[in-house]
């Protein structure tokens, strides 16, 4: 059997990777033998970031591109098959959150929200579609949240685009399981990272979130990775339409 973690000559897509989780887990694929392309919308994140993976795989390279707009996802995702010459594997990271009273969300919050973490993550699985259809394989691998499966306070946007993220897992896994497509979804709880820790600065927030994972610690972004690297692997070419929770116990309870 081939190892979990071994993807030389793998062509792999992560958006939202310039730092954080889809940092972590675009290295991780850089260091398993990958050519990784990573999106995002600050180039000069990009450029550290695409720095680093290029010291395990030369030619990892980074694209910008606003996930909220559909021509520009587009744009990305031939720009990165072309430069690939091809993919084989999409992971659908680039996500927001706008913590906020329900009663205070703003038509624009809420479409920051939704527009990016859904409508973003369903144009560019579209997108790649159109190139893994012919070639009758592909993983995509979407993050969604815990947020998906259980609510929380101020995060009314959040919960919805997330709940929808892992429909959409569901919806795109049966339509294209013909063209033997897997598409699974990773749904983290909250993660320790530079992008949480002023969130976590409030002791109080703190002990309410320590309070509902039983693990009774945050999670790191390698706990996300190996779920990422697992569904990518050639170990789970069964497992379709099913979201793998990375929450420490949270929604068993």
Not at 202 to 228: C, H, N, S, W
Request: aromatic share 10%; charged share 20%.
């Amino acid at each position: 059997m081939n190892s979990f973690f071994d993807f030389k000559g793998k062509k792999v897509l992560v958006t939202g990777a310039s730092r954080g989780i889809g940092k972590d887990i675009a290295t991780s694929f850089a260091e398993l033998g990958a050519t990784v392309t990573i999106t995002g919308r600050n180039p000069e994140t990009l450029k550290q970031a695409v720095h680093e993976l290029q010291q395990y795989s030369p030619s990892c390279t980074y694209l910008s591109a606003d996930m909220q707009d559909v021509e520009a996802i587009y744009q990305m995702v031939d720009d990165a098959v072309a430069h690939m010459g091809g993919i084989d594997i999409l992971v659908n990271n680039a996500g927001v959150n706008i913590p906020q009273n329900a009663l205070d969300v703003t038509e624009e919050d809420w479409d920051a929200v939704v527009d990016t973490n859904l409508k973003g993550t369903f144009f560019c699985s579209q997108r790649v579609g159109k190139y893994m259809i012919p070639n009758k394989t592909g993983k995509i691998i979407n993050i969604a949240s815990q947020m998906a499966f259980v609510g929380y306070i101020k995060r009314a946007a959040y919960c919805a685009s997330k709940g929808g993220a892992v429909q959409l897992t569901k919806a795109l896994a049966v339509e294209w399981a013909t063209h033997n497509i897997k598409v699974n979804a990773v749904a983290p709880t909250f993660i320790e990272t530079e992008f949480t820790s002023d969130m976590f600065a409030d002791e109080a927030f703190y002990e309410d979130v320590m309070g509902r994972i039983p693990i009774g610690k945050l999670a790191q972004p390698a706990d996300v990775t190996g779920a990422v690297l697992f569904l990518a692997s050639d170990h789970t070419n069964f497992v379709t339409g099913d979201t793998i929770k990375v929450d420490g116990g949270w929604t068993a309870i």
